[in-house]
């Protein structure tokens, strides 16, 4: 079954009486080169498990069980789950997990259905839920090794920004905490059905960082990332004293003793001096 042609696809739509969600950001992938790709660039192979984060029809699905050992698909549209019955009807190594991905265990789903598999994401996933979604897989310390997806390609150069350019926000610092990320391809909005209206890129996210801080420091860091981001044209200063109420004169103490001007700006402080700043401000 060729889930990339218009035909195929209008006609497995038409007959279980599908139509498309804009609440749920749905653009299905007509290009029959782009799933291949991700799947061979996403760690799908021997000896690996993949999740998958919304299936569409299945597109991807089929292309990565091809290549990995298992599949565990989580989709949230109840509608999807006759026409994939049909669709990856040939795979015996696919289940489909019809929950919300932020609000289940996929810890637990890797513990219970990869069972000495190396485990990796792969996804296209809905620009409306792009940040939340990696920063859940993030922050959830997953025994992951890489999170390749499609994103809006907007949102594909903020993730690839280097830290302590305008171009970085809170959720690039974010993935460079974790781990090393890069631009895979760009992919045209034609590719999709229906077509969205800007291009997508697809990027992967590799879990290898040695950044570790204690936990209650860590949680420190990222509130000050965020807060910092969330008004980016302050000073450092100002925007911490304004949103989590840190008195000016301890800021400047903590910037001034790892070398920055009272002056700084969170977007302009590459990753150690964000990290080294946040921890002196944590001991104060």
Known sequence: MNLTNIGTVKDILSRHGFSFSKGLGQ??????DICPKIAEMGNAGEGFGIIEIGTGIGVLTAELARRAEKVCAVEIDTRLLPILEETLADFDNVKIFNEDVMKCDLNKIIQEEFGGLRAAVCANLPYYITSPVIMLLLESRLP???ITVMVQREAAQRLCAKVGTRESGAITVGVNYYGTVKQLFNVSRGSFMPAP????????IDLNSSHRLEADEEKFF??????GF??????????LSSLMGIDKETVYSA????GLPQTARIEQLD???LIAFSSALFKK
């Open 144 to 146: 992951i090794e890489s």
């Open 197 to 204: 209206n800007v291009d997508s890129a697809v990027i992967r």
């Open 222 to 227: 990222f509130k000050v990332v965020k807060s």
């Open 255 to 258: 910037l001034e003793g790892v």
């Open 27 to 32: 653009n299905f992938i007509i290009n029959p």
């Open 230 to 239: 969330s008004q980016r044209r302050k000073t450092v200063a100002n925007a």
């Open 271 to 273: 990753m150690e001096q």
